[in-house]
């Protein structure tokens, strides 16, 4: 009999142990799910940031490809204008030229015109 009880109160004994074990490690179970849990949700959180990180790069390189495009377009105007210029300056000097030339013929017939007259009063 004394045997039995003894027994009994191992079981028992391995029984508590078993289940301090047991609750310890629900308890750890329980701990971890805690933690899974908090890091599929910061998880969550640096996802969704990525996606707005990445929607706002994919914006701001379309931004640079039309900012880059309107530089080019704005470039090519320029050049454009600078050969007008250019050309412009050219046909000034060119039309400045024309105009002392005609000056100076102007300046020649109202001299011989002057003198004409002159002989002609005189005669």
């Known amino acids: 009999?004394?045997?039995?009880?003894?027994k009994l109160e191992k079981l028992r004994i391995e029984a508590d142990e078993n289940n301090a074990r047991a609750e310890a490690a629900e308890a750890l179970v329980k701990e971890l799910k805690?933690?899974?849990?908090?890091?599929e949700t910061e998880i969550q959180g640096l996802n969704n940031k990525?996606?707005?990180l990445t929607s706002d790069?994919?914006?701001t390189q379309k931004r640079a490809d039309d900012s880059t495009s309107a530089l080019r377009t704005l470039e090519v105007q320029a050049e454009q204008y600078e050969r007008k210029a250019r050309q412009l300056e050219?046909?000034?000097a060119a039309l400045e030229a024309?105009?002392?030339?005609?000056?100076?013929?102007?300046?020649?017939?109202?001299t011989d015109f002057e003198t004409t007259m002159k002989?002609?009063?005189?005669?």
Not at 1 to 6: A, G, Q, T
Not at 105 to 110: F, Y
Not at 119 to 123: A, F, I, K, N, R
């Open 119 to 123: 002989s002609l009063e005189s005669m």
């Open 98 to 110: 024309k105009h002392d030339d005609l000056n100076e013929k102007h300046t020649a017939l109202k």
């Open 50 to 52: 990525v996606t707005l």
């Open 1 to 6: 009999m004394d045997k039995i009880k003894e």
């Open 57 to 59: 790069l994919e914006r």
């Open 90 to 92: 050219s046909e000034k």
């Open 34 to 39: 805690a933690k899974v849990e908090k890091q």
